[in-house]
C-alpha cells in the first residue's frame, strides 16, 4: 500500500481538527507543518497538505514547490469560512493554485472563525478584509461560529481511497 502522510497548517484550530478527523478516518499519520518542515518526508508517497484561507489566499503553498516536495504527489485540503459551495472560494482556490504553479486536487472544507484564538493584527486583518466584501458575504465573518462537519471529508476519504492511501 502506498503512504500517506497528513500535514496541517491552522492559526486558530479548525484546519488541525479537520487533520485529526482526517486521521481517525483514514488510519494516516498527522504532523503540523511546523514539525513536518524537519522531518524526513521521503518514505511518504503522498502529500496530504490540509491550510485555511487569509484574505483569499491559501496560506503556505509556496512550500510544496520546495525540494523533494516538488517530485511528491499532492492534495490539497483548504479550510474557510465561505459556504461550501460559494463560487467565491472556487475562484480563489484556482487563483492560490495557479499563483504557485501547482496542479494537484484541491477539496474544499467549510470551517468557522475563531475570534477568541485570534491575535490583536489578526483580528485587525479580519475587521480590514470584511470592509472590501458585500455586506452579505461579510455576514460569515462577523462572529465566532463553527461550521465544521466530518462529513465535508467524504469526497477526501473516497479520493485517498482510489489512491490507495486510506484504509478501507
Ligand atoms: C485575517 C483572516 C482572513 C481570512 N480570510 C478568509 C478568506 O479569504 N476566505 C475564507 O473563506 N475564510 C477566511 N478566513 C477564515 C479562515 O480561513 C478560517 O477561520 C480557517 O478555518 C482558519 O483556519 P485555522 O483555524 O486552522 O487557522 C479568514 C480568517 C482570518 C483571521
Known sequence: ???????????TGFTEQYVRWLA?????P???YKDARKMELEPYDVVIFASHFRAGYIQKLRWLRKGELRRKQKIILATG?????SPEAKRQIAVSIRDEGLKCPVFYLESGINYEAMDRGEKLMMELFRRLM???E???FLHSHDNSSREYLQ???RY????GVAAE
Open 160 to 163: 485517498m481511497r482510489e489512491l
Open 1 to 11: 500500500m502506498k503512504k500517506a502522510i497528513l500535514i496541517y497548517y491552522s492559526r
Open 81 to 85: 469560512a465561505a459556504p461550501i459551495g
Open 134 to 136: 458585500s455586506e452579505q
Open 24 to 28: 481517525e478516518m483514514t488510519g494516516c
Open 138 to 140: 461579510s455576514e460569515n
Open 155 to 157: 469526497p477526501v476519504v
Open 30 to 32: 498527522a504532523a503540523s
